[in-house]
C-alpha cells in the first residue's frame, strides 16, 4: 500500500505539461525580440558612452603630453567629431587634431599708441603711397625745381594730412 501512496504523491507533484498553440509561440516570440530590442539599445548606449570616455581620457592624456595647462577647457571648444576608437579600442584621430592646433598662430597684438611706420602695411612692407612720396621728395631735392617741391608737398598732404 505504501508503493501505491508514493505512486500517487508523485503523479500530484508532477506540473502538469503544457501544449503552447501558435498565438502563445507568436506572444512569447513578439516578448523576446521586444526584450532583445531593447537589451541591443542599451549596450550601444553604453558603447557610445564608453567610447566618449576613452576619447575624452586619450584627449587630456595628450594634450597634458603636449605642454597644454588646461585640457579641460580646450576640450570644451574643439570638435571631436573626427576622433574615433577603434575595432582595438585604440582612440584615433588625435595626432591630426594637434597638429591642426598647432598649425594656428594667433595673431601679433597690436599696439595702441605704440610707434609706427607711416606708410607701412600691417606686415611691415612700405606701400606704394610711400614709395610714391619718396620718389617726388628725392625729385624735389635733386632738382630744386619749385614745381617739384610743390608736387611733393601735395603728395605729403594728401597721404599724411600735412606737416
Not at 558612452?49 to 592624456?61: D, H, S
Not at 598647432?102 to 614709395?131: E, L, R, W, Y
Amino acid at each position: 500500500m505504501e508503493d501505491v501512496k508514493e505512486t500517487s504523491e508523485t503523479t500530484e507533484q508532477q506540473p502538469e505539461e503544457k501544449t503552447y498553440t501558435q498565438a502563445d509561440f507568436e506572444a512569447l516570440q513578439a516578448e523576446w525580440t521586444q526584450e532583445r530590442e531593447t537589451l541591443t539599445q542599451k549596450v550601444s548606449e553604453l558603447q557610445q558612452k564608453m567610447e566618449q570616455q576613452l576619447i575624452t581620457q586619450a584627449f587630456t592624456q595628450t594634450a597634458t603630453q603636449k605642454g597644454f595647462a588646461n585640457p579641460e577647457k580646450l576640450l570644451q571648444v574643439l570638435n571631436l567629431s573626427n576622433v574615433r576608437v577603434g575595432e582595438d579600442g585604440q582612440v584615433t584621430g588625435l595626432d591630426e587634431l594637434f597638429d591642426a592646433i598647432g598649425q594656428v598662430k594667433p595673431d601679433k597684438p597690436k599696439t595702441i599708441g605704440g610707434p609706427t611706420q607711416i606708410g607701412a602695411d600691417t606686415n611691415g612692407t612700405i606701400s606704394a603711397s610711400q614709395i610714391q612720396l619718396e620718389e617726388a621728395a628725392e625729385r624735389a631735392r635733386q632738382s630744386g625745381r619749385i614745381e617739384d617741391v610743390a608736387f611733393f608737398s601735395q603728395l605729403k598732404t594728401k597721404f599724411f594730412g600735412g606737416n
